[in-house]
């Protein structure tokens, strides 16, 4: 099990769900941001993350673009207080979008830390990213 799968198993808990191009996409986050050095403003989640997840998994980029979305929410959805201070760290009321729910989890498996609590703590990583 990929430390991407734990920690969306960790939030999810035991579900039907394939989570598999979810899992994929936190992975391919996680390169952008942290090998290739893409800010996360730079990003395009569309061209840099579905696509090349759904020509990984020789799915419809359509449908995968879907299932990952509706996993993010799902993420979202389930996750109590606790949960969204230990990845997130802060109890937001909501996200923006789905692509907030990958990047955060992106930094929570590279770190071991919210995106919020490394933004406190260590700034420099954020400001070289």
């Not at 769900?17 to 996409?25: D, E, G, H, V």
């Not at 290739?36 to 990003?43: E, F, G, H, L, R």
């Not at 990984?56 to 509706?70: D, K």
């Not at 959805?77 to 992106?106: C, H, V, W």
């Amino acid at each position: 099990m990929t430390k991407e799968e734990a920690l969306i198993r960790s939030i999810l808990g035991p579900s039907p769900n394939n989570i598999l191009s979810f899992t994929c996409a936190v992975r391919h986050v996680a390169e952008l941001l942290f090998v290739k050095n893409v800010s996360m403003d730079d990003v395009q989640i569309t061209s840099a993350v579905y696509e090349p997840v759904a020509l990984e998994l020789q799915r419809n980029p359509r449908t995968v673009a879907r299932q990952i979305e509706r996993l993010a929410n799902l993420c979202w959805n389930t996750m109590d207080k606790e949960q969204k201070m230990r990845y997130i760290g802060r109890n937001l009321k909501d996200i923006s979008a789905p692509r907030d729910m990958l990047f955060y989890l992106a930094y929570y498996c590279q770190f071991h830390l919210s995106y919020y609590e490394l933004l406190e703590k260590r700034p420099d990583i954020l400001a070289n990213i």
